[in-house]
């Protein structure tokens, strides 16, 4: 392997050694194989192909301080995976089997575990498509998980930093009772346009709004919202949003933390009472947010005034990080140790 600038990798795949897989035929799930190859023998009728019968995950994997690598939360993507299973019709991956290959990916491929001082980690994806040879909507009779791994560094290039956000109003990401609370390829592919958008106007990220009225905030692109005013963590409650693992944690951590936890509808006009705001997620864990600016309107909603971070925020995002890293008590029991 030639030796990796660790420090300066950027969030993409990079080839490692190995992934594993598991069949799902006759009714029920394989084996665990172990393949060094790159690429998937895929039928051209393959019901992922033309039906969307695809789901993925995505957590990580640290190596920490004290010379263990641990992964956070994981049986919380086998639950949300079994979610989407049951949304589009494909047989549910049992927790352990799930858990237990995303530890053999990891095992395997640990020479490609960046190291603690690196800030970089180890990002685990874990894949499900249908794979039955079909021409009519139905749903396939096999299907094929895989897990493969590949270092990453920061999602965004300045790391915890404030980021400005705009508001598209003409693209949705996912309808109000469609398949926006699942992991499914298809909410990406409908947000690539609105992000490149935000990104050619020289925005970080889209932000949006609910599709049926165009009034209530939904997501930050790919991540969940959270806004900080009066000691309360607000946070959307949607039936289009995907439940994040992340936000889930901090509004754990919120509340340990003396905080008052609140999910609910919130109007766009409410952005401008936030003392502090975010995106949060598996890639980023949390992207603070300076400003939202509402090109429709001409309103711009500024969050950090100062262009930092806010304190809580801050507060959140080093709790959180230092329970992955083995750094502080994880009292609620979300890592496990992979590597000992």
């Given at each position: 392997?030639?030796?990796?600038?660790?420090?300066?990798?950027?969030?993409?795949?990079?080839?490692?050694?190995?992934?594993?897989?598991?069949?799902?035929?006759?009714?029920?799930?394989?084996?665990?194989?172990?393949?060094?190859?790159?690429?998937?023998?895929?039928?051209?009728?393959?019901?992922?192909?033309?039906?969307?019968?695809?789901?993925?995950?995505?957590?990580?994997?640290?190596?920490?301080?004290?010379?263990?690598?641990?992964?956070?939360?994981?049986?919380?993507?086998?639950?949300?995976?079994?979610?989407?299973?049951?949304?589009?019709?494909?047989?549910?991956?049992?927790?352990?089997?799930?858990?237990?290959?995303?530890?053999?990916?990891?095992?395997?491929?640990?020479?490609?575990?960046?190291?603690?001082?690196?800030?970089?980690?180890?990002?685990?994806?874990?894949?499900?498509?249908?794979?039955?040879?079909?021409?009519?909507?139905?749903?396939?009779?096999?299907?094929?998980?895989?897990?493969?791994?590949?270092?990453?560094?920061?999602?965004?290039?300045?790391?915890?930093?404030?980021?400005?956000?705009?508001?598209?109003?003409?693209?949705?990401?996912?309808?109000?009772?469609?398949?926006?609370?699942?992991?499914?390829?298809?909410?990406?592919?409908?947000?690539?346009?609105?992000?490149?958008?935000?990104h050619d106007l020289g925005y970080s990220c889209e932000f949006y709004l609910d599709a049926r009225e165009?009034?209530?905030?939904?997501?930050?692109?790919?991540?969940?919202?959270?806004?900080?005013?009066?000691?309360?963590?607000?946070?959307?409650?949607?039936?289009?949003?995907?439940?994040?693992?992340?936000?889930k944690s901090l509004m754990q951590l919120a509340e340990d933390m003396g905080m008052t936890v609140e999910?609910?509808?919130?109007p766009e006009e409410e952005l401008a009472t936030f003392e502090e705001a975010g995106a949060c997620g598996?890639?980023?864990?949390?992207?603070?947010?300076?400003?939202?600016?509402?090109?429709?309107?001409?309103?711009?909603?500024?969050?950090?005034?100062?262009?930092?971070?806010?304190?809580?925020?801050?507060?959140?995002?080093?709790?959180?990080?230092?329970?992955?890293?083995?750094?502080?008590?994880?009292?609620?029991?979300?890592?496990?140790?992979?590597?000992?």
């Open positions: 392997m030639e030796e990796m600038d660790w420090k300066n990798l950027s969030f993409g795949y990079r080839k490692t050694d190995y992934n594993v897989r598991c069949y799902y035929r006759n009714g029920k799930w394989g084996e665990i194989e172990i393949c060094s190859e790159e690429t998937i023998p895929l039928h051209m009728a393959a019901t992922c192909l033309h039906y969307g019968q695809e789901a993925f995950e995505g957590l990580k994997a640290y190596r920490c301080p004290d010379g263990k690598v641990r992964i956070f939360r994981a049986d919380e993507n086998a639950a949300r995976l079994q979610s989407t299973c049951r949304g589009i019709l494909m047989p549910e991956l049992p927790t352990e089997l799930f858990i237990e290959m995303v530890e053999k990916a990891v095992r395997l491929n640990e020479r490609f575990i960046p190291p603690y001082e690196s800030g970089a980690t180890l990002y685990v994806r874990p894949l499900l498509i249908g794979t039955s040879a079909q021409v009519g909507v139905h749903p396939s009779d096999e299907y094929l998980f895989l897990i493969f791994v590949t270092p990453v560094g920061p999602y965004f290039k300045g790391g915890f930093a404030t980021n400005p956000y705009v508001i598209i109003r003409d693209h949705d990401r996912s309808a109000p009772l469609g398949t926006g609370i699942y992991k499914v390829g298809g909410n990406y592919a409908a947000s690539l346009q609105a992000n490149k958008k935000a165009k009034k209530y905030i939904d997501e930050c692109g790919a991540a969940n919202f959270f806004g900080i005013k009066n000691n309360t963590y607000v946070t959307p409650k949607s039936t289009s949003i995907l439940p994040s693992i992340t936000n999910r609910r509808a919130i598996t890639a980023a864990v949390i992207s603070p947010i300076e400003r939202i600016d509402d090109l429709e309107t001409g309103v711009s909603y500024v969050i950090a005034k100062d262009g930092k971070p806010g304190p809580t925020c801050e507060k959140l995002y080093k709790k959180l990080t230092n329970i992955q890293y083995g750094i502080e008590e994880d009292v609620h029991g979300w890592t496990r140790v992979v590597i000992d």
